[in-house]
């Protein structure tokens, strides 16, 4: 098939959900080279991971024109284009004017994929949605379960279990309430005194983790903070983890595709359609939609049932 290129806008979730279909490609056809067109902060997660050679950033202004009828198309963006045998476009495009465009600029076999996934019934999970225009090429996603070989962290000097917490979401709607993730750490802490825990989040969550921290510092829990690294970094990172604590968010797509054990809340959203696929992670749904429907028993009963692995 040669050269392929993927195009991939959208936050950390939404890129980690159409791995699996880059994935696809990469197993199937080893010898095929593969691009990823999208944000560089995310996309290089495929390149560090081995699914994708390169990353070209889709934050040029040149391309705004190919969204628009008729427009006269960068030279080179046309030329950088026309190089691959095959461009699968994930970008939402509702009137087909991009689309329409890279076949203007010489895009040998197109492939449109859809933006976002369909959540009417039946419920199918995202990665396989995502993964099914593939099928045009004779290639079918039989396991949506994504574990990737993140760079390895450095090595743990602890003796308990390695607990991380990411209590954020790209939406505040997702979000458990901070009295109840303390509850939670302080009964893991009872349970295991030597326990190391790990709170993770991202520049945009600085002022709402103070939050957390404030609560914290009122219990005997001790912890540290990880905050503003890479999403390569943080992967190497959950890589290491015992157990990875979180909502329905990016980041815990991410610890998931790291290989990590988790245990994830989800509210408003459908485990069936946004769920990691793995059986290493467990699910607390609630039981009205919303985070406050997830009481702090039904977390802790599920965590009694975990069993750290020395």
């Known amino acids: 098939m040669g050269k392929v290129l993927f195009i991939r806008g959208g936050a950390v979730g939404d890129f980690i959900l159409t791995m699996p279909a880059i994935k696809l490609m990469r197993d199937t056809l080893p010898d095929n080279g593969i691009e990823i067109l999208g944000y560089p902060a995310i996309a290089e997660l495929a390149v560090v991971s081995g699914l994708a050679d390169r990353v070209r950033s889709i934050e040029d202004g040149r391309l705004a024109t190919f969204f628009a009828p008729g427009a006269k198309l960068d030279p080179d963006w046309c030329s950088y284009l026309s190089g691959f045998d095959l461009v699968v476009s994930y970008l939402y495009d509702p009137d087909g004017y991009f689309s329409e465009n890279l076949k203007v600029a010489g895009v040998k076999t197109l492939i449109r994929a859809p933006f976002r996934p369909d959540e009417s019934e039946p419920h199918v999970p995202a990665a396989i949605q995502l993964a099914r225009p593939l099928e045009e090429v004779a290639l079918y996603l039989d396991d949506p379960e994504l574990t990737l070989e993140y760079p390895v962290a450095l090595a743990r000097d602890q003796t308990g279990p390695l607990i991380a917490l990411h209590p954020g979401s790209g939406s505040p709607t997702k979000n458990w309430p901070f009295t109840s993730w303390v509850e939670v750490l302080c009964h893991l802490g009872e349970r295991f005194n030597d326990a190391e825990f790990v709170i993770t989040a991202g520049e945009a969550?600085?002022?709402?983790?103070?939050?957390?921290?404030?609560?914290?510092?009122?219990?005997?829990?001790a912890y540290r903070l990880l905050v503003d690294q890479s999403l390569s970094?943080?992967?190497?990172?959950?890589?290491?983890?015992?157990?990875?604590?979180?909502?329905?968010?990016?980041?815990?797509?991410?610890?998931?595709?790291?290989?990590?054990?988790?245990i994830l809340l989800f509210g408003s959203t459908n485990p069936a359609i946004w769920a990691p696929a793995t059986p290493?992670?467990?699910?607390?749904?609630s039981a009205d939609g919303s985070p406050e429907g997830i009481h702090v028993s039904d977390v802790i009963e599920e965590l009694n049932s975990w069993e750290w692995r020395k």
Request: proline fraction near 0%; glycine fraction near 8%.
């Open 205 to 221: 969550e600085h002022e709402r983790i103070g939050e957390l921290t404030r609560l914290l510092r009122d219990t005997d829990i």
């Open 280 to 285: 290493r992670v467990r699910l607390v749904v």
């Open 233 to 262: 970094e943080l992967a190497a990172f959950y890589r290491d983890v015992d157990l990875y604590l979180g909502h329905d968010s990016g980041i815990s797509h991410l610890a998931a595709s790291a290989g990590a054990e988790a």
